[in-house]
């Protein structure tokens, strides 16, 4: 089994500043691109960043220059430090990964179960 944890989600006011993380573990034998998405309320869930096994990086436009994600592979875990926040940042966010599995080397996406920013004076 393969489980993603995310911690960090808080209520925040504008312009403040949140570091979300995300852990993998279990039967894990390498983890490819790592990404956090969200779902604000009465939307759909929408890309925020994404980061290759190299470090490679790519963010949704709303969120480039405020939001900065950050892997470390020796310990299976992204990062998502979020800075300037806005009540339009609002959302349950989730961490995504692309796992390979140790015991039968198959490559399958897995979510975490989320965690709540709430962004609000």
């Known amino acids: 089994q393969v489980q993603l944890v995310e911690s960090g989600g808080d209520l925040v006011q504008p312009e403040g500043s949140l570091r979300l993380s995300c852990a993998a573990s279990?039967?894990?034998?390498?983890?490819?691109?790592m990404g956090w998405y969200r779902r604000a309320p009465g939307k759909e869930r929408e890309l925020v960043a994404i980061?290759?096994?190299?470090?490679?990086?790519n963010y949704a436009d709303s969120t480039k220059g405020r939001f900065t994600i950050s892997r470390d592979n020796a310990k299976n875990t992204v990062h998502l430090q979020m800075n300037s926040l806005k009540p339009e940042d609002t959302a349950v966010y989730y961490c995504?990964?692309?796992?390979?599995?140790?015991?039968?080397?198959?490559?399958?996406?897995?979510w975490g179960q989320g965690t709540q920013v709430t962004v609000s004076a």
């Open positions: 279990g039967s894990i034998l390498s983890i490819g691109a």
């Open positions: 980061i290759t096994n190299s470090g490679g990086t």
């Open positions: 995504n990964a692309n796992v390979v599995r140790l015991y039968d080397r198959r490559v399958l996406n897995y």
